[in-house]
C-alpha cells in the first residue's frame, strides 16, 4: 500500500538533496506532497516522480492539520523550522489519520547537532543517539541551556516526543550537524556554519576561532545527511521498527572533526582566493567578534554559537539501520578548498542580484 508523504523545506539545502537522492532510492511505493511557495517552486517539484507540489501556511495549525487530514498524510518530514513548537498540531492530525486509516503514522523533526552541544548544556562527556537516557538528558536541559535559543530548541524536541507518545504517533528527531557539499536540490545548495566562517572572514579578512583549546563537532557530507533521511523512510515504509519516540534520536554523522582543523583548511583556500590576508588561524577577541559577527549578521554575543563550541554526541543509531555514508570525517578538509570556492560563488551570485546594476 503507498503511503503519502508531508515533506517541509523541499527547496533547502537539505531537503533539496533529500528529493534528488530519492530518485535513485528504491524504496517502497509511495507519494510525497511537497511544500512549496511560489509557482516557480512548484514548477521544480514537479520534475520528481510522485512528487506533487502543495501550498499550505505553515504558521497555520488549521491549514496544517487540513493537509495532513485531507491528503491521508501518515508520514511528516518536517525540514523547515527547529524552533517550532506548532508540532502538536502537525501529531494531533496525524493521530486522526491514524484512526481513520489504522496505519502507523510517523512524524520526524529535524532539529540539530546544536542542541546536544555546549552551547544547549549538554554533556561534555561521549554520549551517542542511542544513549537510552538521551530524553531524560534532553528534559533537564533548557535550565542549563546557556543560550535562550538554545533551551527553546530542546524545548521544541521534547514536545514532540511527550507529544507523541502521548497521541500513539512514533518520532524521530533527526540532528543534522556541520553540513558541507553542494546541494543538489533546485532551491539552496550551500550550507549554515561553513557559510558563516566564510562571510565572517570575508568581513574581518582573516579567520578566527572562537574557543579555547581544540573542541570537536561532528560533521557530515550533505549527501550522507540525506542517505541517512532515505534510511529512515525506508524503514517506516517497509514497517520495520527502527527506533522512534525516546528511542528515535538519529544524528547524521560519519565522525566529529576539531574546529581547528577546518579553520585551518578553510583559511588556506580563502587565502587562495585573496579573500584573507594570510592563512593564520587567531583566537577572536571582543572587536573581532563584533565585525564578525557584521559579517554573519548576527549580534557578537551569536558568533561562537555559529562556528564553534564543543559537541560530544556521537553517531549509532543510523548505523544499526543500515546507513552507511560514503565519506569520512576527514574529507571535510579535504573538501574544504572545493566548499569555499562553492560558497564564495553564491554569495558573489546572492550580491548581485540583491544590488541594482546601473
Not at 6 to 13: E, I
Not at 144 to 156: L, N, Q, R
Not at 178 to 200: D, H, P, W
Request: with cysteine; proline share 5%.
Amino acid at each position: 500500500m503507498s503511503r503519502n508523504i508531508l515533506l517541509t523545506g523541499a527547496s533547502g539545502y537539505l531537503g533539496g538533496t533529500f528529493l534528488e537522492l530519492l530518485k535513485n532510492a528504491n524504496l517502497p511505493a509511495y507519494k510525497i506532497y511537497a511544500v512549496v511557495r511560489s509557482d516557480k517552486q512548484a514548477e521544480a517539484v514537479k520534475q520528481y516522480l510522485n512528487v506533487e507540489p502543495i501550498t499550505v501556511d505553515l504558521s497555520n495549525t488549521d491549514a496544517v492539520s487540513s493537509a495532513i487530514i485531507d491528503h491521508n498524510i501518515t508520514i511528516v518530514y518536517h525540514l523547515h523550522n527547529p524552533l517550532d513548537n506548532t508540532t502538536p498540531a502537525w501529531i494531533k492530525a496525524l493521530a486522526t489519520v491514524k484512526q481513520k486509516t489504522a496505519q502507523d503514522v510517523h512524524f520526524l523533526f529535524t532539529t540539530g547537532a546544536k542542541l546536544f552541544s555546549s552551547h544547549a548544556g549538554a554533556p561534555t562527556r561521549p554520549f551517542s543517539d542511542t544513549d537510552p537516557s538521551l530524553f531524560a538528558i534532553q528534559k533537564a536541559q533548557p535550565e542549563k541551556a546557556p543560550i535562550d535559543a538554545m533551551g527553546m530548541g530542546v524545548s521544541c524536541n521534547n514536545l514532540v516526543i511527550s507529544t507523541a507518545q502521548e497521541l500513539g504517533v512514533k518520532s524521530y528527531i533527526f540532528a543534522p550537524c556541520i553540513v558541507y557539499g553542494a546541494g543538489l536540490g533546485f532551491g539552496n545548495k550551500i550550507s549554515i556554519q561553513t557559510v558563516a566562517v566564510v562571510k565572517a572572514a570575508v568581513k574581518t579578512r582573516k579567520v578566527y576561532k572562537v574557543d579555547e583549546g581544540r573542541p570537536t563537532w561532528p560533521v557530515c557530507h550533505v549527501e550522507d545527511n540525506s542517505t541517512l533521511y532515505i534510511e529512515i523512510l525506508r524503514g517506516m515504509l517497509e514497517g520495520r521498527d527502527i527506533g522512534s519516540g525516546e528511542e528515535g534520536y538519529f544524528l547524521a554523522s560519519p565522525g566529529s572533526m576539531a574546529w581547528d582543523d577546518i579553520y585551518a583548511a578553510m583559511g588556506k583556500a580563502l587565502k587562495k582566493r585573496g579573500v584573507v590576508d594570510d592563512e593564520t588561524v587567531v583566537e577572536a577577541d571582543g572587536t573581532a567578534l563584533e565585525k564578525m559577527g557584521e559579517g554573519m549578521e548576527c549580534p557578537a554575543e551569536f558568533v561562537p554559537m555559529q562556528v564553534g563550541g564543543l559537541c560530544t554526541l556521537t553517531a549509532e543509531h543510523g548505523k544499526k539501520i543500515g546507513w552507511k555514508p560514503k565519506y569520512a570525517p576527514e574529507h571535510i578538509v579535504e573538501a574544504a578548498d572545493a566548499e569555499v570556492a562553492l560558497i564564495l560563488e553564491h554569495l558573489e551570485a546572492a550580491r548581485s542580484y540583491a544590488i541594482p546594476k546601473g
